[in-house]
């Protein structure tokens, strides 16, 4: 059933009418705002709604088009004569200079201009910055039209503000898309909901499961206020062939092939019935707590050791660290640490400067493997600095 191909509700309607269910039940858990939800509380559709992506790049690609074609139409609408390949050369779409590498990707591919933007010393955009390009660019002559803003970035786990990039987008008609592939599934937990202050005014949101909420990959949850706004840029009446079509469409039945790339779809949703019904939402947060608990001894390892410093404030479980000493002696620590085949660490570089990250991934992972990676790295730190 994992590969039966529910590219449409009367394709199979259990795996249509799964993927709702538990995108609603996902949404509840997480408190996102309700215009994410499919149905309501008395079991009416809503204008928005949850789908089931391969990973946060189709998430944060579809937003994109999505938003590229909400902006030539409402420009349309006012000035007929414009053609869309005129009005497409002006969009702009903004991302922080953290934000993933897909974002510049997705603008290739939909053939919008990006431009990444400063952020402050905690690795965060601002309203300020964002304020300032949409003006730079508006007195270019160009369009905003897109923001994806990140919450737990890649490099550092830092969190775009959305209190303040919201009104702004909101302001200015451009669509707000939050990837938030690995910190979302935090929202689980009550205690740190406050990183998602501003989730209300993104019109899409997506995270990764298959990163922290325990499920196997591909599951990649994306919601979105308005459905219609994939809709309309994933399909058109010559885009859907007569043997596509079905009456069931007609009477309001989703079909998530028009809200993603892809036709052909697995039945990714019964993996996240699995998981949710497996270790229930209690279960799930217990799991992100331990990984936090664990990411926090790591950081008390650091603190109380002289030859290291913390690069940025540990944010959830990903502890950012320096050996004290410079540059090269970092990156050949780290090429050391993975030559080892012992433990395996990613490391990432701004402005120069080579930041070793270590992160609990696994929910096998425990405190004596915490132990065991950190007295590893001490070890060959000192050999390091003693050669």
């Not at 039209?145 to 302001?171: K, M, Q, R, Y």
């Not at 400067?353 to 929910?363: A, D, G, M, T």
């Amino acid at each position: 059933p994992l590969f039966r191909s529910g590219f449409s509700w009367i394709a199979s309607p259990a795996c249509t009418e799964l993927e709702s269910i538990v995108m609603d039940w996902l949404a509840k858990a997480m408190q996102l705002p309700k215009h994410f939800l499919t149905s309501n509380e008395s079991g009416e559709m809503q204008r928005g709604g949850g789908v089931i992506h391969g990973t946060a790049s189709e998430a944060v690609l579809v937003a994109l088009l999505a938003a590229r074609m909400k902006t030539v139409r409402r420009i349309q609408e006012k000035d007929p004569c414009l053609s869309a390949p005129a009005i497409i050369g002006k969009l702009v779409a903004y991302g922080s200079e953290h934000v993933h590498s897909c974002f510049q990707k997705a603008g290739l591919v939909a053939g919008v201009k990006t431009r990444t933007l400063p952020t402050d010393d905690e690795f965060s955009l601002r309203g300020e910055s964002l304020k300032r390009a949409f003006e730079e660019d508006v007195a270019a002559g160009l369009i905003p039209c897109f923001v994806c803003a990140t919450l737990g970035t890649t490099s550092f786990c830092s969190f775009d503000n959305l209190t303040e990039i919201g009104p702004i987008c909101e302001a200015n008609n451009a669509w707000l898309h939050i990837d938030a592939a690995y910190a979302g599934s935090a929202l689980v937990c009550p205690e740190l909901r406050h990183y998602g202050k501003g989730i209300e005014f993104a019109d899409s949101f997506n995270f990764n499961a298959h990163k922290w909420l325990l499920t196997h990959f591909e599951c990649s949850c994306t919601w979105v206020k308005e459905r219609d706004a994939f809709i309309t840029a994933l399909s058109s009446p010559d885009t859907t062939p007569a043997f596509l079509k079905h009456a069931a469409s007609k009477k309001g039945a989703i079909d998530y092939m028009n809200w993603e790339l892809p036709q052909g779809r697995r039945f990714r949703s019964l993996k996240l019935w699995f998981v949710l019904r497996l270790y229930g939402i209690s279960g799930i947060q217990n799991h992100i707590r331990t990984h936090i608990k664990l990411a926090k001894k790591v950081e008390s390892y650091v603190l109380d050791d002289s030859r290291f410093q913390i690069f940025v404030k540990r944010r959830l479980g990903l502890v950012c660290f320096q050996l004290k000493g410079g540059q090269k002696l970092n990156g050949e620590l780290v090429a050391a640490l993975n030559a080892s085949g012992k433990i395996h660490l990613v490391s990432t570089e701004v402005k120069g400067k080579v930041v070793l990250r270590l992160v609990p991934c696994s929910p096998q992972t425990e405190e004596r493997d915490v132990d065991f990676a950190w007295q590893l790295i001490s070890q060959t730190a000192e050999k390091m600095l003693w050669r």
